[in-house]
């Protein structure tokens, strides 16, 4: 069952090139792209940096509208729902610079409280719970709660990142590089995390630089070049038979890291 699709994506900034003009350069960042994942599936993004990832992610969990073409979750227009709030629920991103997407003036357990609060209940003990349960998936303890995001390291706020993307138990998340900021040991335990995830029926749309980290849990492989789709279909079909030279070279430059990635610890079974 189709659970969420892009149609026709197409998206633009417009940025200016000089100090004393008002924007009128225009950069295409997205042309046309379109995509469909299957309930439980997972899709994996690859491409060089500034080839859309990120815009895409943000189009798709409806933090940025696009130009062109639609979002839709469970066949339905995300820009129609009357019930927006609902789509944010059941839709979660973990953003590629967890600093910035924390307050820097709140302890995590009131980022926390206050999602929970918001969705589920306002129960002090079922909050906490809630709060050190998903902690604990990512390798956190209680005691991190109550610190300020500025005192983590950049890993520990990656994986802290991920722990609010879970709080509310979304259907889907879409993870712009969570692993880039974390030593290969670190990423192999949030890969593992990701994949269990997906064994328990989430929906997940990774995005990475590098296709052995989407190797490891996608069954589906875009790769996107200064925002265009250069290939897009089965991971088993990407791997074997690429269409591109560009995606020729990813894989080749993929092959080190993924046998590093295997020996460490990250499990390469088939999901
Ligand atoms: N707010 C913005 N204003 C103007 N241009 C932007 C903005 N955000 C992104 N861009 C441009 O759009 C293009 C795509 O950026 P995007 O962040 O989606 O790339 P990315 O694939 O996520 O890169 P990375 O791997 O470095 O994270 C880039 O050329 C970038 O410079
Ligand atoms: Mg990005």
Do not use: W
Not at 76 to 89: A, V
Not at 164 to 170: A, G, Q
Request: hydrophobic fraction near 40%.
């Amino acid at each position: 069952m189709e659970i969420l699709s892009a149609e026709g994506i197409t998206k633009e900034y417009r940025i200016s090139d000089n100090f004393f003009q008002r924007s009128n350069k225009l950069i295409k960042a997205l042309d046309n792209v379109s995509f469909s994942i299957e309930k439980g599936n997972c899709i994996g993004i690859v491409g060089e940096s500034g080839s859309g990832k990120t815009t895409l992610a943000k189009i798709v969990s409806g933090v940025l509208l696009p130009e062109k073409g639609v979002v839709k979750f469970r066949g339905e227009s995300i820009y129609k729902k009357t019930d927006f709030l609902e789509y944010r629920k059941n839709v979660q991103m973990v953003f590629q610079d967890p600093y910035s997407s924390l307050n820097p003036r709140l302890k995590i357990f009131t980022v926390f409280s206050d999602i929970i609060k918001t969705h589920i209940t306002r129960d002090h003990e079922v909050i906490k719970k809630i709060a050190v349960d998903n902690l604990k998936k990512v390798g956190l303890d209680e005691e991190h709660l109550y610190r300020y995001p500025h005192q983590f390291s950049g890993g520990q706020r990656q994986r802290l990142s991920i722990a609010r993307c879970l709080l509310l138990d979304p259907e889907v998340i879409i993870a712009d590089e969570p692993v880039s900021a974390l030593d290969v040991s670190l990423a192999a335990q949030i890969l593992n995390l990701l994949k269990n995830l997906k064994r328990e029926g989430k929906t997940i749309i990774l995005i990475a630089h590098d296709l052995a980290i989407v190797k490891f849990i996608c069954d589906e492989v875009m790769v996107l070049k200064n925002g265009v789709i250069q290939e897009y279909g089965k991971k088993e079909q990407i791997f074997n038979s690429p269409n591109s030279e560009y995606t020729k070279e990813l894989i080749e430059s993929s092959l080190v890291k993924e046998s590093y990635i295997r020996g460490i610890g990250a499990d390469s079974s088939v999901a």
